[in-house]
């Protein structure tokens, strides 16, 4: 189903009083979205389904700490990494200069960024 949403009603029980939560599921390019979903989450989820070309260009030095930093950063808070989101500012600062290289690495030989990601 390219375009649409998908109703499902799903039981929540709790001690005395049993009710129900209704999930709105939208699909759009077989693409699942659910309306709980945050925005940290959709920016994750854009830069995980960039094609390989766009992450080895994000990987280049002086546009690697900011791109792959920002990232860093919105997984830590997502996730509640406190690691993660510090080696996030870490990347800011030193990723143009330093860490660039293991982005690229990681990139080539996984499709993804791996260290502190």
Known sequence: MPYGALLELNPITRA???SFMLIVTWYNEDIKYHKEDSKMKDLIRAYDQLPFIAKL???LPGIDGIAWGIYRIVK???HKDTVMLVAGIL???LGATIFWII????????NKVVVFA
């Not at 982005?103 to 996984?110: A, E, K, P």
């Open 16 to 18: 005395k009083n049993p």
């Open 57 to 59: 260009i994000l990987a």
């Open 76 to 78: 830590g808070v997502e």
């Open 91 to 93: 990347w800011i600062v």
């Open 103 to 110: 982005d690229m690495i990681t990139i080539i030989m996984y």
